[in-house]
């Protein structure tokens, strides 16, 4: 397996501290424990004890997403960590031929009605290729049901990171998968070619519309090595540094085109595990280690992005990916609720009136909702969902409350 990123990051800030003139000694231990899910309490039962879900998603067949999704789920499986994979591609399930669990058909829990994964070498798989039907023959809506059928009622168990592989394209099947599940990050998946960016540009639109962060671009079968000499059959990934630049996705990686790479995806073990120290494993070590540190990262700014300050009365909004932030007066953001309950849905004519919400009114409770908004909790049990999208168009506090006097 790969070496686990906490030993490397505990053995850096030795090296690091160590480096100052005036220390003698340096005893460094890393007490960092895995993230706890934030959404927990609004999703499905099946996806509440998961801590990340990384969609690794093209838009566009036959790049390599599917090697890539399985290798940077073992990589961050032989970190330490606990992960899960969802085959999403229920047309052309790859995952059946990549790895080699010993039982290859998927069973019920008679009780809960819920579906047991299948385990290879510690990490969790589900596939459509595991349900005894091969590759499925179905209508759109239907795939859509069954890919939420097994996502959701799978009993997953504790993860830190549930690795998704997804189908290409950008049509109901992958916006059923980005809105039954609160997606933490997405990992972008290209080669050096016009036609492939094409598509991963439409992917990342589709993901930036989501409120999904792009955390990384892989290209993959980027050059090979022959005769001492470096060959790009592709051209030089001029098209991958410009989705980078143009969308502002922070990393990129190259993976070399290799026969032992295409040959571990048809062996049943991935290359990580196959040649851990290899040259490819490391680059996935660099794609796990960015990937841990990206969620970690978005995860502190989802959940900080709303907060509410009493000592000024003062609803605190910082979204995430912006460097300002601003504040909103509670019965603002209570009066502008867009729901049902407080807009006539069929002719726009406003329920909820000025003088129905008190001008000391505050929020009970403020939570996150994926990558995209939150759900506050008001005294009257009402829960208003509130995108950051509608939170930013709102009427701002310029002057200050007095802070709450202390009892």
């Known amino acids: 397996m790969v070496e686990q990123p906490l030993l490397k990051f505990e053995q850096r800030a030795n090296e690091v501290v160590a480096m100052l003139p005036w220390v003698k000694k340096v ?3 890393m007490s960092a424990q895995p993230a706890k899910p934030v959404f927990a309490g609004q999703l499905p039962k099946g996806l509440q004890t998961i801590s990340n879900i990384i969609a690794v998603s093209s838009c566009k067949g036959g790049v390599g997403k599917s090697t890539i999704a399985v290798n ?3 990589t961050l499986a032989g970190m330490g960590a606990k992960v899960g994979i ?8 790859s995952l059946p031929t990549m790895v080699s669990p010993e039982s290859r058909l998927l069973e019920m829990n008679p009780e809960t009605r819920t579906i047991i994964p299948t385990e290879y070498l510690g990490v969790k798989l589900i596939s459509f290729g595991f349900a005894g039907q091969g590759r499925a023959i179905m209508r759109g809506p239907m795939v859509s049901g069954v890919i939420d059928q097994l996502l959701t009622t799978t009993e997953w168990g504790e993860l830190d990171y549930l690795v998704i592989d997804m189908p290409p394209g950008t049509g109901d099947i992958q916006l059923t998968l980005c809105q039954v599940v609160p997606l933490t990050a997405a990992v972008i998946v290209t080669t050096p070619q016009k036609l492939a960016f094409i598509d991963v ?5 589709m993901f930036s519309k989501l409120k999904v962060p792009c955390v990384a671009v892989v290209e993959n079968m980027c050059h090979f090595d022959a005769d001492g000499k470096r060959y790009y059959p592709f051209g030089k990934g001029s098209d991958s540094v410009q989705v980078v630049q143009q969308f502002g996705i922070p990393h990129l990686f ?20 196959a040649d851990p120290q290899g040259e490819v494993a490391k680059t996935f070590q660099d794609l796990g280690v960015c990937v841990v540190q990206q969620c970690a990262k978005i995860r502190q700014q989802v959940s900080t992005a709303v907060t509410y300050d009493k000592s000024i009365r003062a609803i605190r909004v910082k979204v995430p990916a912006s460097d300002e932030e601003f504040l909103l007066h509670p019965a603002t953001v209570r009066r502008n609720d867009r729901s049902a309950q407080s807009v006539d849905e069929w002719t726009g004519e406003q329920k909820l009136q000025y003088s129905d919400i008190p001008e000391d009114i505050e929020p009970e409770d403020i939570r996150p909702m994926g990558n995209y908004a939150v759900s506050i909790t008001w005294p009257d049990g009402f829960s208003q969902i509130a995108p950051y999208d509608q939170l930013e168009s709102m009427e701002r506090l310029v002057d200050l409350p007095q802070p709450a006097a202390a009892v």
């Open 27 to 29: 005893n460094v231990k």
């Open 72 to 74: 940077l789920a073992y």
């Open 86 to 93: 969802f085959d999403a591609d229920v047309y052309g399930p």
């Open 201 to 205: 540009a439409k992917g990342v639109r």
């Open 254 to 273: 190259d993976l070399p085109i290799r026969p032992n790479l295409s040959a571990s995806g048809d062996s049943g073990m991935p290359e990580v595990v």
